[in-house]
C-alpha cells in the first residue's frame, strides 16, 4: 500500500488552502520553546492556527512516517536505523516546518546522519510530487472538467545549496543509495547515471593531509578536518534529472 493518505504531510502542505483570515494574522507570531535530548532547545514561532511540532519524536520506525513505498524497501534492506537525533530532525523537515539548526557537530558523526534524513526527505517529495502530476494527468484525459492545482506546472524542483564540492558528492551518493536499488514495481527502465566519471573526477578529491601541514596553517581540529575534506572547490552548479538520473555539470 502507498503511503501517500489524507493525513499525509506532504497533501496537508500543498492542497490545503490557506484562507485570509491566515493571511491576515500572520504577523501576529507566537513562540513556543521545546526541546529535545538530540536536538537540545528549539523555538517554535508560527501564527497561533499552526499546529507545533512535537519533540522529541513520538515514533521510533521509519515506516510510520508517509513515505514512498520504495524508499522505505531500500532502507530496511540496507539495515540501516535511524538514531534519535534523525528521527526528531526527519519529523520536522517531512512535517515541511522551516528549520534553522546552527548547533551541527562532528560527534557520532552528526553531520552525515542529517544529510541522509534531509536527502530522504527531498527524494520522497520529488518522487510524490511526480506521481501525483502522472495520476492527475490520466484522470484529466478521462475527465477534462476536473481542476487540479498542479497542472501546468515545471518538474518538481529542489534547490540544494552546499558549499563545496565534496558536499555535492556526498549528496549525489545518498541520492544513489536512496533510488537505484528501488523495487522493480518503483523503478523506471529509464534510469540511469550518465557523465558519472566526469562527476568522480570533478567532485571527487583526496583527504587532508595533517602531516604536510605546520604553522598557524595546521589542522588540527577534527571539524575543520570534516568541514574541509575532499574537493573544496566553491566554484560549481549541478543539475539532477530524476528521470535519467543525470549529472549535468556546468561551470
Known amino acids: 500500500m502507498e503511503n501517500t493518505t489524507k493525513d499525509d504531510p506532504f497533501l496537508s502542505h500543498f492542497e490545503t488552502l490557506i484562507d485570509e483570515a491566515q493571511i491576515n494574522n500572520k504577523s501576529s507570531k507566537t513562540k513556543i520553546d521545546l526541546f529535545s535530548s538530540s536536538l537540545g532547545s528549539c523555538q517554535f514561532s508560527a501564527i497561533s492556527s499552526d499546529k507545533p511540532p512535537i519533540l522529541p519524536c513520538p515514533t521510533s520506525t521509519i515506516d510510520s512516517f508517509s513515505i514512498k513505498k520504495s524508499l522505505l524497501s531500500n532502507i530496511e534492506a540496507s539495515g540501516s536505523q535511524l538514531t534519535p537525533l534523525q528521527f ?11 528549520v534553522y539548526c546552527p548547533n551541527r557537530t562532528n560527534v557520532n558523526d552528526a553531520g552525515e546522519q542529517l544529510r541522509f534524513v534531509i536527502c530522504l526527505h527531498l527524494i520522497n517529495h520529488v518522487l510524490k510530487t511526480r506521481s501525483r502530476i502522472l495520476s492527475h494527468n490520466a484522470k484529466l484525459k478521462e475527465n477534462p472538467d476536473l481542476d487540479y492545482h498542479d497542472q501546468g506546472f515545471t518538474r518538481p524542483k529542489v534547490l540544494i545549496i552546499v558549499p563545496f564540492r565534496e558536499s555535492v558528492r556526498r549528496i549525489i551518493n545518498c541520492f544513489e543509495n536512496l533510488l537505484l536499488n528501488m523495487d522493480d514495481s518503483e523503478k523506471n527502465d529509464q534510469i540511469q547515471i550518465s557523465h558519472r566519471k566526469r562527476f568522480k573526477e570533478e567532485y571527487g578529491g583526496e583527504e587532508i593531509d595533517n602531516e604536510n601541514n605546520d604553522g598557524k596553517f595546521q589542522r588540527t581540529s577534527n571539524e575543520y578536518n570534516e568541514i574541509f575534506a575532499g574537493n573544496i572547490d566553491d566554484h560549481f552548479r549541478l543539475g ?12
Open 88 to 98: 526528531d530532525f526527519f519529523s520536522l523537515i517531512h512535517n515541511y516546518y522551516d
Open 240 to 251: 539532477n534529472c530524476y528521470m535519467l538520473f543525470l549529472f549535468c555539470v556546468t561551470n
